[in-house]
């Protein structure tokens, strides 16, 4: 007897991973403007600036803080020549979306209390922090302008360069890598590029004033490292951002968070995607910011730290 074939039926819209990304999405910029409204309407704004900073450190500072700019005006120029030329919203613009986004997840870091702190001398506001429900951190942080606001813009440095070394260097050495071990690859030039960017950003914007000392590059200096930063930090600014590029460049289904948008009506389908990779970089972010607050529960605290610095 013949087998009769049968014909799978769709998965439902409200199923498919797209809509769960972008519920996601929605969930966590609901809860932005929630906190950031709470923070505005008591008096949020600007924060007093330490201006006892010599020469050499004013000219450092001044430098890390118009880098910055720099590096956010160049993505988001390189991000609007290319929607144009392809007339389509692409994965690079929703993700810069994203993880621009995510800026207020930044104090989550000091959630359980003062384990990173900013530099006072550059432009900045009053933190949002202690209007997050539960907050046991400090009241008065402070939050850079272009670095906690407008930093995470940035993102891009870190995603687009992990794309193209994953593409140029390890898959043209070992092309045939899939799976656990292209998502291991990716974790590992995250990482080595996360080594060469993140010092010259320590040097200049912020100091991790509790960590783990054997966990712990240079324990005991102001300018000390957490290794496990240099993890999490590759993690959720390269690989997981890089890994959805390209997939969505390579694999015949695409993004797996864009998945099931084809679904929608095409009218919809870039707020919705765009709702998704939004999810994503919040959660990604959270996990980045949390999971440093956890680790730093076990940290010892700072001593001798600058005066710039508090």
């Given at each position: 007897?013949?087998?009769?074939p049968t014909t799978l039926k769709p998965t439902p819209r409200w199923r498919t991973p797209v809509m769960v990304w972008a519920v996601i999405g929605s969930f966590f910029l609901i809860a932005e403007v929630w906190v950031m409204a709470r923070w505005a309407i008591n008096g949020g704004g600007w924060s007093p600036t330490y201006s006892n900073v010599s020469t050499t450190w004013k000219v450092l500072l001044w430098a890390v803080m118009l880098?910055?700019?720099?590096?956010?005006?160049?993505?988001?120029?390189?991000?609007?020549?290319?929607?144009?030329?392809?007339?389509?919203?692409?994965?690079?613009?929703?993700?810069?979306?994203?993880?621009?986004?995510?800026?207020?997840?930044?104090?989550?870091?000091?959630?359980?209390?003062?384990?990173?702190?900013?530099?006072?001398?550059?432009?900045?506001?009053?933190?949002?922090?202690?209007?997050?429900?539960?907050?046991?951190?400090?009241?008065?942080?402070?939050?850079?302008?272009?670095?906690?606001?407008?930093?995470?813009?940035?993102?891009?440095?870190?995603?687009?360069?992990?794309?193209?070394?994953?593409?140029?260097?390890?898959?043209?050495?070992?092309?045939?890598?899939?799976?656990?071990?292209?998502?291991?690859?990716?974790?590992?030039?995250?990482?080595?590029?996360?080594?060469?960017?993140?010092?010259?950003?320590?040097?200049?914007?912020?100091?991790?004033?509790?960590?783990?000392?054997?966990?712990?590059?240079?324990?005991?200096?102001?300018?000390?490292?957490?290794?496990?930063?240099?993890?999490?930090?590759?993690?959720?600014?390269?690989?997981?951002?890089?890994?959805?590029?390209?997939?969505?460049?390579?694999?015949?289904?695409?993004?797996?968070?864009?998945?099931?948008?084809?679904?929608?009506?095409?009218?919809?389908?870039?707020?919705?995607?765009?709702?998704?990779?939004?999810?994503?970089?919040?959660?990604?972010?959270?996990?980045?910011?949390?999971?440093?607050?956890?680790?730093?529960?076990?940290?010892?605290?700072?001593?001798?730290?600058?005066?710039?610095?508090?």
């Amino acid at each position: 007897m013949d087998a009769t074939p049968t014909t799978l039926k769709p998965t439902p819209r409200w199923r498919t991973p797209v809509m769960v990304w972008a519920v996601i999405g929605s969930f966590f910029l609901i809860a932005e403007v929630w906190v950031m409204a709470r923070w505005a309407i008591n008096g949020g704004g600007w924060s007093p600036t330490y201006s006892n900073v010599s020469t050499t450190w004013k000219v450092l500072l001044w430098a890390v803080m118009l880098i910055t700019i720099a590096t956010i005006v160049f993505y988001l120029t390189w991000t609007v020549i290319q929607v144009t030329k392809r007339r389509t919203l692409t994965i690079e613009a929703m993700l810069l979306f994203g993880y621009s986004t995510t800026f207020w997840l930044i104090p989550v870091i000091n959630y359980t209390g003062e384990n990173m702190i900013q530099n006072r001398y550059l432009i900045s506001t009053t933190s949002w922090g202690p209007y997050m429900p539960g907050w046991r951190g400090p009241n008065s942080e402070p939050q850079q302008l272009f670095s906690s606001w407008f930093g995470l813009c940035s993102a891009m440095v870190y995603f687009v360069p992990t794309l193209w070394l994953l593409r140029v260097v390890v898959l043209r050495r070992w092309p045939h890598l899939t799976g656990p071990k292209l998502v291991l690859a990716a974790v590992v030039v995250s990482i080595v590029l996360n080594l060469v960017l993140e010092p010259l950003m320590i040097l200049g914007s912020y100091s991790f004033v509790k960590a783990v000392p054997w966990l712990t590059l240079f324990a005991g200096h102001w300018y000390q490292f957490p290794v496990y930063e240099l993890i999490t930090t590759g993690i959720a600014y390269g690989a997981v951002p890089g890994l959805m590029c390209y997939y969505h460049q390579h694999h015949p289904r695409g993004a797996p968070i864009l998945r099931g948008v084809e679904q929608f009506p095409r009218a919809a389908r870039p707020w919705i995607a765009t709702l998704s990779a939004t999810g994503l970089a919040q959660v990604i972010i959270l996990f980045w910011t949390a999971s440093n607050a956890v680790i730093a529960l076990a940290g010892v605290p700072l001593t001798g730290i600058p005066a710039r610095l508090r």
